[in-house]
């Protein structure tokens, strides 16, 4: 079943708008959007009552949804898939110059329809309904190339570390080797277990309090991120998998999300940018399931 496309927009949000007012901060920008214009209407689709049609009523706003399920998307017209049965709350944030505003309505979903489910890149990332409904990965600290970083745009070449790559554990004790990335099906959950410590570009430093210089860059302490969110969006030939909040995969260039190049029920390979994206960095990362 195709999967619905979504996207995580925590850099707009945190970027040019706020949250959590729809106070109007400059009046030569207009007023903010009114209750009328953030309260949505929703229906189940055609196709499967467990897939909700969401409609925002001002299509010329900014409109940005939490569907309640781990999930966001953007835009006036979407939809939201619900696998298992329950209640969840979706919010709705409309922007314009003025402001912003909010609303949130329950949705119910009767019955779990666990072929939603039934999609190549979950049932990788997490074994699948089938499985065990969870998987752990790790940098794969013993295959050549595992870490690496190469430019943005690609050369010729591809999506390559064509810069420079790591051999096989040449990055002990940083913080990279000893961390755990779990993805579970129910709720894509995500657990990014730190075991106290994480590695980080060194343009970072000053934000990781406690950092220290190790092998060019810097390991600096940090607590695990249990109880996040992972979702992973299908669009134009690509999958770019996104993980919440204070969260990430390997190596931090200040980023949360990550195109996947390649992955099977064992190995998995990431792209990913560099904040901020004028550096022109593409990192590489290359994981193993446990």
Same mark, same amino acid.
């Given at each position: 079943?195709?999967?619905?496309?979504?996207?995580?927009?925590?850099?707009?949000?945190?970027?040019?708008?706020?949250?959590?007012?729809?106070?109007?901060?400059?009046?030569?920008?207009?007023?903010?959007?009114?209750?009328?214009?953030?309260?949505?209407?929703?229906?189940?689709?055609?196709?499967?009552?467990?897939?909700?049609?969401?409609?925002?009523?001002?299509?010329?706003?900014?409109?940005?949804?939490?569907?309640?399920?781990?999930?966001?998307?953007?835009?006036?017209?979407?939809?939201?898939?619900?696998?298992?049965?329950?209640?969840?709350?979706?919010?709705?944030?409309?922007?314009?110059?003025?402001? /912003? &505003?909010? +609303?949130?309505?329950?949705? #119910?979903?009767?019955?779990?329809?666990?072929? =939603?489910? !039934?999609? *190549?890149?979950?049932?990788?990332?997490?074994?699948?309904?089938?499985?065990?409904?969870?998987?752990?990965?790790?940098?794969? /600290? &013993?295959? +050549?190339?595992?870490?690496? #970083?190469?430019?943005?745009?690609?050369?010729? =070449?591809? !999506?390559? *570390?064509?810069?420079?790559?790591?051999?096989?554990?040449?990055?002990?004790?940083?913080?990279?080797?000893?961390?755990?990335?779990?993805?579970?099906?129910?709720?894509?959950?995500?657990?990014?277990?730190?075991?106290?410590?994480?590695?980080?570009?060194?343009?970072?430093?000053?934000?990781?309090?406690?950092?220290?210089?190790?092998?060019?860059?810097?390991?600096?302490?940090?607590?695990?991120?249990?109880?996040?969110?992972?979702?992973?969006?299908?669009?134009?030939?690509?999958?770019?998998?996104?993980?919440?909040?204070?969260?990430?995969?390997?190596?931090?260039?200040?980023?949360?999300?990550?195109?996947?190049?390649?992955?099977?029920?064992?190995?998995?390979?990431?792209?990913?940018?560099?904040?901020?994206?004028?550096?022109?960095?593409?990192?590489?990362?290359?994981?193993?399931?446990?």
């Amino acid at each position: 079943m195709k999967l619905m496309k979504t996207t995580l927009l925590l850099i707009l949000t945190l970027g040019f708008f706020s949250l959590n007012s729809c106070k109007k901060d400059n009046p030569q920008l207009g007023d903010p959007p009114s209750d009328a214009d953030a309260t949505f209407s929703y229906a189940p689709s055609v196709a499967n009552p467990n897939i909700i049609d969401f409609t925002a009523p001002n299509g010329n706003m900014v409109n940005i949804w939490d569907f309640g399920n781990g999930l966001k998307g953007e835009g006036a017209n979407v939809q939201g898939i619900y696998p298992n049965a329950g209640t969840y709350t979706v919010t709705l944030t409309v922007f314009n110059q003025g402001g /912003s &505003n909010s +609303t949130s309505q329950e949705i #119910v979903i009767d019955q779990t329809d666990l072929s =939603l489910l !039934d999609n *190549p890149y979950y049932n990788a990332l997490t074994g699948g309904a089938d499985g065990a409904g969870f998987k752990t990965w790790y940098i794969d /600290s &013993n295959e +050549t190339a595992h870490f690496g #970083v190469g430019p943005d745009p690609v050369s010729p =070449l591809g !999506d390559v *570390p064509e810069w420079w790559s790591a051999g096989p554990n040449d990055k002990p004790g940083c913080g990279l080797y000893d961390d755990r990335y779990t993805f579970h099906l129910d709720a894509f959950k995500f657990d990014m277990a730190t075991n106290g410590d994480v590695y980080i570009h060194n343009s970072f430093e000053s934000a990781f309090p406690g950092s220290f210089q190790n092998l060019g860059d810097f390991t600096a302490p940090y607590e695990d991120q249990l109880g996040e969110q992972w979702s992973v969006v299908e669009e134009d030939g690509e999958a770019t998998l996104t993980v919440s909040n204070n969260s990430f995969i390997g190596f931090y260039t200040g980023v949360r999300s990550y195109k996947i190049l390649s992955i099977t029920d064992s190995t998995m390979s990431l792209q990913y940018d560099h904040e901020p994206a004028s550096e022109g960095l593409h990192w590489y990362l290359k994981l193993r399931a446990e």
